[in-house]
């Protein structure tokens, strides 16, 4: 996708070999037009699948996911980092590793909102080490819904990722796909 | 609202006297053909405002916060709930008190992101004991910009977060005011 990989390459700034911070458009503040535009953009490339649901993880994910359920006509579901008090007790939970934060965490979603008969797009900001993903595909297979796509914004190919997601049927586009962030510098594939 | 409040008696559950899960429309399943619907009427109410961004905290005011951005025609900053290594050190910082999660947290945004010559619309999906708006009030004092108003998508009233809310001048929109969740009946105002 043009307009995001010049966005990246006018305003991303390398922190160093594995982090691309991207804090000024997508993460912390959220650029709404560019939002816009990827989400017609995964409307277009998964416009043969019928969606149910996008299912998202908290926080970075739900901003592009909201923005992007406009185009599929479809609720979103994010997938919730703590316990709350107020949550269900009736749950899909998996483990998650976060590289950034150095922690092992557990997501949570309700059972009630995740149905066999629903049809999943996974969508987030990030494709880095997998772990995430994973955890939200686990959720998906736990709830016994159909996997029908999982649509990243950016992904760090050099960290393997994609190979860690064990499903190799699933349909997974990612709008920019860089290959190597050293010397302060991004190259795409 | 009479969209919200159909939707509020329709499936919102009252848990306790004071708290109303919403969890099937708002906070972890999203329906977006209502958060536009709450984003249209944020427009209509502040339509006399100059607003340059709309400030919410993670997770749940991001969905409703980037639909609603689409009618202002400006970008989403959200305040953080937890340090990351990816963060600013740079920031503006505030305290919260979670009443549901029943513990002290701080929220950060990074300065580059919230400038004098802002016009700030603080949007969230909850007021009740008004404990993160403050957070936020704080963060847009601390930055110098210009709060031009509060959109509130539930207030739960008889929790009083409307009279914490020490600035007097500010514009302060609930789409619906709860005045009991008594007797497992929810009461509007």
Redesign the interface.
């Given at each position: 996708m043009k307009l995001l990989k010049k966005r990246i390459l006018d305003s991303a700034i390398v922190?160093n070999e594995n982090?691309l911070?991207v804090?000024?458009f997508l993460n912390?503040?959220?650029?709404?037009?560019l939002?816009?535009e990827i989400g017609k953009e995964f409307a277009e490339r998964f416009k043969n699948k019928k969606i149910t649901k996008i299912l998202t993880i908290?926080?970075s994910g739900?901003?592009i996911?909201?923005?992007t359920?406009?185009y599929f006509?479809?609720?979103?579901?994010?997938a919730?980092?703590?316990d709350?008090?107020?949550?269900?007790t009736d749950k899909f939970v998996s483990q998650v590793h976060s590289f950034?934060?150095?922690r092992d965490y557990h997501i949570f979603?309700?059972k009630?909102?995740l149905l066999p008969e629903d049809h999943v797009l996974i969508i987030d900001d990030f494709l880095a080490n997998g772990s995430a993903c994973k955890g939200l595909i686990d959720i998906v297979r736990q709830s016994k819904a159909t996997l029908e796509g999982i649509g990243i914004v950016i992904e760090k190919e050099f960290q393997h990722g994609r190979s860690q997601i064990q499903d190799k049927e699933v349909q997974i586009e990612s709008l920019a796909i860089i290959s190597s962030l050293k010397n302060n510098q991004v190259e795409f594939k």
């Open positions: 922190l982090v911070k804090d000024n912390h503040l959220i650029d709404i037009e939002a816009n908290e926080a739900i901003g996911s909201c923005v359920a406009q006509g479809v609720p979103v579901l994010f919730k980092k703590q709350s008090i107020n949550m269900e950034t934060k150095n979603v309700s009630k909102y």
